[in-house]
């Protein structure tokens, strides 16, 4: 059975700082893996989608890789901002199925 | 070019109700999921459904069933509500199964609370 972890489940530190957010997963048999951002009490937005067959994606001050073999996907956030202040959930589809199986998010405040 | 869009925003019920929620996929998408969050925890699979069929089911009573119609709207129907079905129900399409298709888009969610 899948299963999703992100550590740590909370992380604050001061604005401008580069930061990185970990995802691991317990089977490496996936189609993709995809990084959502969500801020309180609303829905979920899509960050980035990394296939199977990918080792990293980048859009603008973010850029997630994937380790397939290992089980792990981080999320490296440059520079950040207190904009980016918010939950960020990271989401595996299986090789067997086409529905996301979660993490629990990292909580991460930026501090001015 | 609108999002996902799902209705109501907020809803409250009472034990043993029943309740609809609806969703409208981005235009062109044939795949619609609808994901359960509790409150601080990651979402939980409900249903999937592609060209109108199911075609994924999560670990949910039968008091949970879902459609999908022939325009790809769907709607989330649960029955006999308990207090533990008060969450945050997000809807997701994507343009259709597999690989880069699979990419899901989210609605704001439908907050249901029921006391």
């Known amino acids: 059975k899948q299963e999703v972890t992100q550590i740590p489940a909370a992380l604050s530190v001061p604005e401008g700082e580069n930061l990185v957010l970990n995802c691991s997963f317990t089977d490496s048999a996936i189609y993709n893996l995809q990084w959502f951002r969500q801020d309180p009490g609303k829905g979920l937005t899509s960050l980035l989608l990394i296939q199977s067959s990918q080792r990293e994606q980048t859009s603008g001050r973010l850029n997630a890789s994937l380790d397939k073999s290992s089980g792990r996907s981080t999320l490296y956030i440059a520079a950040s901002q207190p904009g980016d202040s918010a939950t960020y959930l990271c989401a595996v589809t299986p090789g067997s199925n086409y529905q996301l199986i979660w993490g629990a998010g990292t909580k991460l405040i930026i501090k001015p | 070019d609108a999002g996902v869009t799902q209705s109501p925003t907020h809803l409250i019920k009472t034990r043993g109700q029943h309740v609809t929620l609806r969703c409208s996929p981005i235009?062109?998408?044939?795949?619609v999921s609808w994901y359960q969050q509790v409150l601080g925890q990651g979402p939980q699979f409900i249903f999937q459904y592609y060209e109108k069929e199911e075609r994924g089911r999560g670990n949910f009573p039968d008091r949970f069933s879902a459609r999908q119609f022939p325009n790809y709207s769907s709607e989330l129907n649960v029955n006999a509500l308990l207090l533990g079905d008060s969450a945050l129900y997000l809807c997701a399409s994507s343009s259709g199964l597999g690989g880069s298709y699979n990419e899901q888009f989210f609605g704001p969610g439908t907050r249901l609370t029921v006391l």
């Open positions: 235009s062109g998408h044939k795949s």
